[in-house]
DNA sequence: CCCAGAGAGTTCGGTGATTGAACTGTCGGC
DNA sequence: GCCGACAGTTCAATCACCGAACTCTCTGGG
């Protein structure tokens, strides 16, 4: 009843958290979380989605205590993952998998989680195929697997940077590194 | 573009996964579907859905290959989950996993997932606590947790069936032994 | 044969969410 | 002061969802 959407009546956990997560778009903004996207205009720009959802889906991850909005060291904010949305993970991981194991391309996965400390990929159940243990999720790597396409004419960065090796959790662009003159200056 | 809610342009296999699963109602249609939810009228009566929208639901996961329609010993017809559709266990289990963490009471989870074989609770990623081995979906045994409220004039079998200890996969109801006459006979 | 009722949908008007495009406001740098 | 980037907000059109009522078919009983 509280919520934006509800499944009221039901005595399952995981009606709780589809109306937290199961909106159209918050589960792709959480997934852009983890990987270090950490901007209004980044999210906006890579998940092409209208900027009034984004604004909603933004604000209700926010009051839900799954994103933080907090200042950034530029002018403007950011919004990252809390624990609660770091817990996230294995669900994120798991969907992930599924998409590539039903909808990826003969080739393989698009992208692959790697254990950071050996390099080694992980297992469907999130453990470290090399050294066995259980990989935390900033120790996971995400490197471009056989199934990714090369990148189009896809003119956003942040898409761009997504396709290169990063470890989760760490912010994928630094704006603050990059101040305007420097950027969009190679045509 | 073909499917009916598209995130189209990512490249990301969750986005893939989300056209499929991420319609409202579409995962909880599948939970019910883990626990031997079968029929129409079982996912109608305990999900509470307009009726249109499931019949929009089956017919879509049907077409997608989670769910197959096949004939039961009744007349009427079964939705049983295919292979593809039992893949999406560890994402069901996760969300779940995660919402009774987070969205649970203080006693602990609504539902308890044991291994068949040895009674022992899983842990969150999936392997007996007791045997240590991960366990096929078909010998987890779901039995009520703490967390569960006592079951109230919620009048429908299927929350009641939900509510007492069962085996994943396995039919929750069977019609077909319960015919009409002896059925609704104690008001 | 006729009827009643269960089951599985379909139809339909009202309501709310999503979309894309345009608009506003604000700050920093030139 | 002016300009452009950024982070939203506003708005009309479209789409999805809701709940209730309706249809259709089959079955069992009298």
């Known amino acids: 009843m509280p919520l934006p959407r509800d499944y009221s009546g ?7 958290s589809m109306e937290i997560i199961g909106e159209r778009w918050t589960l792709l903004i959480v997934r852009d979380a983890f990987c270090g ?5 980044e999210f906006a720009a890579h998940l092409r989605l209208p900027r ?6 933004l604000t209700t991850l926010t009051e839900a205590g799954v994103l933080e909005r907090k200042p950034d060291t530029g002018r403007r904010d950011v919004y990252v993952l809390t624990p609660k949305g770091i817990a996230l993970w294995p669900a994120v991981r798991a969907l992930t998998a599924w998409g590539d194991a039903f909808y990826g391309v003969g080739s393989g996965p698009r992208r692959v989680f790697r254990h ?8 469907d159940d999130g453990r470290c195929t090399g050294c066995g243990a259980p990989v935390v999720v900033g120790d996971i ?10 990148a ?3 003119d956003d960065p942040v898409t761009r940077a997504l396709a290169r090796p990063h470890r989760l959790l760490q912010p994928l662009l630094d704006p603050s590194r990059t101040p305007r003159s420097e950027r969009g200056s190679h045509p």
């Open 152 to 154: 189009a004419e896809d």
């Open 52 to 57: 009034a959802v984004l604004t909603d889906r």
């Open 10 to 16: 039901q005595t399952c956990a995981l009606a709780r």
């Open 37 to 41: 996207v950490r901007r209004f205009g």
């Open 141 to 150: 790597l995400v490197t471009p697997g056989p199934g990714l396409a090369a």
């Open 116 to 123: 950071a400390t050996d390099d080694a990929p992980l297992a």
